[in-house]
């Protein structure tokens, strides 16, 4: 059983960057796909950035060019650096993860296929 957990949201203003971190304990997650999710209220939660369980990269339209996930193996933590924020990206952000190998040529995956999920870091950015 893995465990999740997200730290580094906060409120900032239109255009700072911020990065979200996301420590995973209970398994190592070498090669395990994650991910980035998140939801405003009222909204279903969305996808926002993924690595698969080679490294590779997927983004949603909306963030590509601004967002950067990656992966430290050896801390075990997955990341997510969010440069130039909107309003648009306030939400509670997700760390998702799962065990099957899996690989993402060109798509976001969806929610249904993570396993495992942290409680959120919320993210508010200001104009």
């Known amino acids: 059983q893995v465990q999740l957990a997200e730290s580094g949201g906060r409120s900032v203003q239109a255009g700072e960057s911020l990065r979200l971190s996301c420590v995973a304990s209970?398994?190592?997650?070498?090669?395990?796909?994650m991910g980035w999710f998140r939801q405003t209220q009222g909204k279903e939660r969305e996808g926002v950035a993924a690595?698969?369980?080679?490294?590779?990269?997927t983004y949603a339209e909306f963030v590509k060019g601004r967002f950067t996930i990656s992966k430290d193996n050896a801390k075990n933590t997955l990341y997510l650096q969010m440069d130039n924020l909107k309003r648009e990206d306030t939400a509670m952000y997700y760390c998702?993860?799962?065990?099957?190998?899996?690989?993402?040529?060109?798509?976001?995956?969806?929610?249904?296929?993570?396993?495992?999920w942290g409680q959120g870091t919320q993210v508010t950015v200001s104009s």
């Open positions: 998702a993860a799962d065990s099957l190998y899996t690989r993402y040529t060109n798509y976001l995956p969806h929610e249904i296929n993570f396993a495992y």
């Open positions: 209970g398994d190592t997650v070498n090669t395990y796909s």
């Open positions: 690595i698969d369980s080679e490294g590779s990269t």
